[in-house]
């Protein structure tokens, strides 16, 4: 648990300005904005990331959805998938809230190398 007292060059303090970094319009403004602080940086990456994770699993159960006999299934995993990124995308803005540097499995290791080129 690495927590962090910064500002951010928002006028924000970095953990609040690290947690509406998970609203998907506000990362990409933070991204282009934020000048000082890596945490904000890092979380505004990392919810992009996550968005782009939520996309492609989208697609893949849609795909898999087609497939006659199996497309089924998708009726029970709709709901599971959808709660557990929900799950993971709350859990990610209250560690950022807490100023916390909490990396999701991949994309937090992304997140962290790219936030540190920018």
Request: no cysteine.
């Amino acid at each position: 648990m690495n927590t962090v007292a910064e500002k951010s060059s928002t006028g924000l303090d970095a953990n609040v300005a690290a947690a509406l970094a998970y609203i998907p319009i506000i990362a990409i403004v933070f991204l282009v904005i934020e000048k000082g602080s890596k945490l904000v940086k890092f979380h505004a990456v990392q919810s992009l990331g996550l968005l782009v994770a939520w996309i492609v699993i989208f697609f893949g159960l849609s795909i898999f959805g087609m497939i006659p006999v199996l497309g089924w299934a998708t009726l029970l995993l709709w709901p599971l998938v959808g709660i557990g990124m929900f799950v993971v995308w709350l859990i990610a803005l209250l560690k950022a809230f807490k100023g916390e540097w909490w990396k999701l499995p991949v994309i937090g290791d992304i997140a962290e190398s790219q936030a540190a080129n920018l």
